[in-house]
């Protein structure tokens, strides 16, 4: 019998448990985490009244035994875990599932009067509070969930963007395409930096003020590796779990994955950092398999695909132009936008030396407009395959 302790509750946790239950025959699971599993990046769906709760009856009923507690030391010489409750569970295999927490706004004064935006409480205090302006500082997916609630619950969002929308994952055009859509939905923007929170809404390093009654932060998130760092695990440029391929850590019974650890990038071979719930599924794939003995590997691309306010679909795909360049590629870009398919604006970035597909993002209005042509720009890029081959089919 192979006991597996999984920490987390989360996209990466959950599928851990379902894959471990599925590759590995002797394996007795538990699932240990300190909220009922939910999806966590349907948060903003909670107001309209959708259920986000993932079920655990099926894994109970293979034998999954999840526990609602907190972890509060790993004994990796023990291999052993204890629990805020004083239980200690024993392993052969520790996977560390513990995401990631809203980025701090450290250097910027009152910054411990914002909000950020991760668990349900975080919605249900929006909704309990029922504040007629909200600023949201960042410029990120996150941010525009946030917004996505205000609008739900009534209240007028103003997202203060420094540069531009979610810039490491859309083309420059989409970006400001994505927020003359956003506008029309009624959320409004504010260009700037915070230079002071104040009860009373924000200031701006330009000047201005930003009005609300609420301030929320969404500049990135900073990866739980509190039990990591504390049971000496390597961290990867002492922020986040170092892992291989496989999701193992310097400690070959603990793995790692989703929000707290670095992944591989396909298209560089570089570790990089993704922070998203599909690098989170596809390594909770890889991690069981690598428990199971197997050493089959899936690669794990940079892939997000959302909706914000019912109408507004997104996709973004490996790497944006302007990041490309940073990461050593001579890109260019192929516009397909209004092309059948396509989306209402969109570009397929290519690398110019081999003409090889490395990125993808676009925008449209309608369900399903742009998702089948993003699953096959995910595709060509895992099958490096040429630009002319992606846009004759």
């Known amino acids: 019998m192979r006991r ?28 240990i985490g300190d909220e009922k599993p939910y999806v966590r990046h349907k948060l903003r769906l909670i107001p309209s009244g959708e259920d986000i709760s993932v079920s655990t009856r099926h894994l109970e009923s293979d034998g999954v035994e999840f526990l609602e507690d907190h972890v509060i030391k790993v004994r990796r010489d023990q291999k052993e875990v204890e629990l805020r409750s004083g239980k200690r569970i024993k392993y052969d295999f520790l996977v560390l599932a513990t995401g990631a927490n809203p980025s701090s ?40 969930h946030i917004a996505d609630v205000a609008r739900s619950v009534g209240a007028e969002p103003v997202v203060i963007v420094r540069s531009r929308l979610i810039r490491r994952s859309l083309e420059p055009e989409i970006s400001a395409y994505l927020e003359e859509k956003l506008r029309e939905h009624g959320v409004k923007f ?59 850590t310097s400690d070959p019974n603990v793995f790692a994955l989703g929000d707290a650890a670095i992944i591989h990038d396909p298209l560089t071979n570089k570790p990089e950092y993704a922070g998203i ?64 398919g396509w989306g209402e604006k969109s570009y397929v970035v290519y690398d110019k030396s081999t003409s090889q597909v490395i990125g993808f993002s676009g925008i449209a209005t309608e369900r399903n407009m742009i998702r089948e042509k993003g699953l096959e720009v995910l595709l060509a890029m895992l099958r490096r395959k040429k630009v002319g081959e992606l846009i004759s089919g």
Request: proline letters at 4%.
């Open 105 to 144: 706004l450290r250097k910027v004064p009152g910054s411990e009067l914002t909000y950020g935006f991760r668990k349900k409480s975080d919605v249900d205090l929006l909704v309990d509070k029922n504040p007629s302006r909200v600023a949201i500082i960042g410029a990120s997916y996150v941010a525009l």
């Open 190 to 248: 504010a260009k700037g930096s915070p230079k002071e929170v104040k009860e009373n809404g924000v200031l701006l390093d330009s000047g201005d003020f930003v009005e609300a009654d609420m301030v929320y932060r969404a500049t990135g998130v900073s990866p739980e590796i509190t039990l990591a760092s504390k049971c000496g695990l390597d961290l990867h440029e002492g922020w986040v779990i170092n892992v291989d391929r496989q999701g193992r």
């Open 277 to 340: 719930g599909t690098a989170a599924t596809i390594m909770s794939f890889n991690v069981a398999k690598a428990i199971s003995g197997s050493k089959m590997t899936l690669r794990i691309p940079r892939y997000q695909k959302d909706v914000f306010l019912r109408g507004i679909h997104m996709i973004s795909i490996g790497w944006t132009s302007p990041e490309a360049e940073k990461q050593g590629f001579n890109p260019e870009r192929v516009e397909m936008s209004g092309k059948p």
């Open 4 to 31: 597996v302790v999984i920490v987390g509750f989360g996209l990466g946790g959950m599928g851990t448990a379902r894959h471990t239950v599925e590759f590995v025959e002797d394996a007795k699971v538990a699932v």
